[in-house]
């Protein structure tokens, strides 16, 4: 019991610097309309975390992900959220709308 209070302040403390950590990440924009995302190539340092920002712009619900790297973000329309991606090798990462495979592509190219 004596250390219950402790534990609720490491939580807090921790609780606020997580969104500072998330500040300090190099953030990239995406939009997802009318099944197509934009930009089309991406380029980003590898080594590095990184932070998308995802924004559906679209009439409808969208689905941004890239299966090889576990990356699944769906979003109704207006919707916006972002995914953290960890440091990446250097090399491309394709990523797609789930509900239009076919005409919407990104490649995130790191080097």
Same mark, same amino acid.
């Given at each position: ?6 534990? @609720?302040?490491?939580?807090? !403390?921790? &609780?606020? $610097? ?7 990440? $190099?953030?990239?924009?995406? @939009?997802? #309309? ?5 930009? &089309?190539?991406? %380029?980003?340092? &590898?080594? #590095? ?13 969208? %689905?941004?992900?890239?299966?090889? /790297?576990? !990356?699944?973000? @769906? /979003?109704?329309?207006? &919707?916006?959220?972002?995914? @953290? ?12 709308? %789930? ?5 919407? %592509?990104?490649? /995130?190219?790191? #080097?």
């Amino acid at each position: 019991m004596r250390f219950a209070p402790t534990l @609720v302040v490491i939580t807090i !403390v921790a &609780a606020m $610097t997580m969104p500072a950590v998330a500040a300090d990440l $190099t953030t990239y924009s995406v @939009v997802i #309309k009318d099944g197509h995302i934009t930009p &089309a190539r991406l %380029e980003v340092p &590898a080594g #590095k975390k990184i932070k998308l920002t995802i924004r559906n712009e679209g009439p409808g619900p969208c %689905e941004f992900e890239n299966l090889d /790297l576990r !990356v699944e973000k @769906v /979003l109704a329309p207006g &919707a916006s959220s972002f995914v @953290v991606i960890h440091s990446l090798k250097p090399g491309s990462y394709r990523f797609f709308d %789930e509900f239009h495979p076919s005409t919407s %592509e990104m490649l /995130l190219i790191a #080097k």
